[in-house]
Nanobody, 126 residues
Framework: VQLQASGGGSVQSGGFLRLSCAAS????????MGWFRQAPGKEREFVAA????????RYADSVKGRFTISRDNANYTVDLQMNSLKPDDTAVYFC????????????????????WGQGTLVTVSS
């Protein structure tokens, strides 16, 4: 399975963007999918995750209430709707896949994800 993230760009504070992650090269949708981000000079951090059913989600406290993760298993895509963006949201955003189908204690950890896409840059100006 390969993952391709898209949708990054530059917006002003308070604006919105929608990131999308497209999966190809496989037929299974039984993956937990996650979004992570890495700001300049900082460690990569967890943003959001969604179980294969699309029903269960998890968010980092810093984005809760502003970001929404969703998935379309028929089209092998996972989206991240980002509203009320802040300069602190500036980062390269990565999508990733975990072969386990359900969220668990490790779903916010990078080590849980075995497949990673390339990043897409989000820049939020004040």
């Amino acid at each position: 399975v390969q993952l391709q993230a898209s949708g990054g760009g530059s917006v002003q504070s308070g604006g919105f963007l929608r990131l999308s992650c497209a999966a190809s090269g496989g037929t299974s949708t039984s993956y937990t999918m996650g979004w992570f981000r890495q700001a300049p000079g900082k460690e990569r951090e967890f943003v959001a995750a969604i179980a294969w059913t699309g029903i269960t989600t998890r968010y980092a406290d810093s984005v809760k209430g502003r970001f929404t993760i969703s998935r379309d298993n028929a089209n092998y895509t996972v989206d991240l709707q980002m509203n009320s963006l802040k300069p602190d949201d500036t980062a390269v955003y990565f999508c990733a896949a975990d072969g386990r189908s359900h969220l668990n204690d490790y779903s916010s950890k990078q080590s849980a994800y075995s497949i990673w896409g390339q990043g897409t840059l989000v820049t939020v100006s004040s």
